[in-house]
């Protein structure tokens, strides 16, 4: 997504059950959602950090609503590092760096390119934990591969995840977003849009705008921009068809997680009761 003007100077549109109650800064997002490390620019400003650190607080918030699950969930099991007004790439405003497990950030912070970014993020995360011979490959291109999946019941829904973006409903042919995004490759004389990951990253932002959280700087352009006036985000039955896929598999994802993560509680409280 290209750079856009400074975050200092633009509103967004946010609507979530609970509003924030005062202002956050990066270090409640590290205490909150345990990433790795979170890297700042050096020529980022303490009015740009902390419109920022605001802004993406609230966009982190509202992601783990939306998809259930605790702030594990988020940072990946705390594996993945930020990087805000550094380590970027020139002329694009948010990147996941696969090689780092790294989601950097420009200092305008990508407005709208969070849900994209992170499911990248998630997707190079899970293709190594729900394939057994894909280490190192986003789930989507593992899938793709005819990667073995591991046997397991959210396995299975994730790749229903997959199928719901690439496959035709009859299950016969590639999807019409495949077909779409491959025409527009052929325009342009690249590989880019009909990429897998590419394709499930611009699916999984359709799924969070289309949720009741709104939040135009956790992901917007799904229905209203270029991109998706030429048919490269899905749309009509598939579109409803990848959301109740993306529905189903993190809301069972997110109580999973939550079980274990209430399991491990407990057993913290019951060492401490007998120190």
Not at 126 to 136: E, K, R, T, V
Not at 149 to 166: G, K, Q, T, W
Not at 205 to 230: C, I, R, Y
């Amino acid at each position: 997504m290209s750079s856009r003007s400074s975050l200092l100077n633009r509103r967004f549109h946010r609507s979530a059950p609970a509003s924030r109650a005062g202002g956050h800064s990066f270090l409640d997002i590290r205490r909150r959602f345990h990433f790795r490390a979170i890297t700042l620019g050096r020529w980022v400003t303490d009015e740009e950090k902390a419109r920022a650190a605001s802004l993406f607080y609230d966009a982190l918030c509202d992601l783990m609503t939306i998809l259930g699950g605790p702030e594990a969930l988020v940072s990946l099991r705390g594996s993945l590092a930020l990087q805000y007004g550094t380590g970027g790439r020139r002329g694009v405003a948010a990147h996941y760096e696969p090689a780092t497990h790294t989601f950097a950030l420009a200092k305008n912070a990508g407005p709208g390119s969070i849900a994209h970014e992170w499911f990248h993020a998630f997707d190079h995360y899970i293709g190594g934990h729900a394939f057994s011979d894909a280490p190192g490959q986003f789930g989507s291109k593992a899938w793709v591969a005819d990667a073995t999946p591991v046997v397991h019941p959210l396995n299975d829904l994730l790749c229903a995840c997959y199928r719901s973006v690439l496959v035709s409903e009859s299950g016969k042919g590639p999807s019409l977003l495949f077909e779409r995004s491959a025409a527009r490759d052929r325009e342009l004389g690249t590989l880019y849009y009909a990429l897998p990951e590419e394709m499930c990253a611009r699916a999984f932002e359709s799924f969070v705008q289309d949720s009741p959280v709104k939040n135009s700087f956790l992901v917007s352009g799904t229905k209203e921009s270029e991109e998706a006036t030429l048919g490269l985000y899905p749309h009509g039955e598939q579109r409803e068809r990848i959301n109740r896929a993306f529905g189903d598999y993190f809301s069972q994802l997110g109580k999973a997680l939550r079980r274990t993560a209430s399991a491990q509680q407990t057993r913290i409280d019951n060492r401490s009761t007998h120190v």
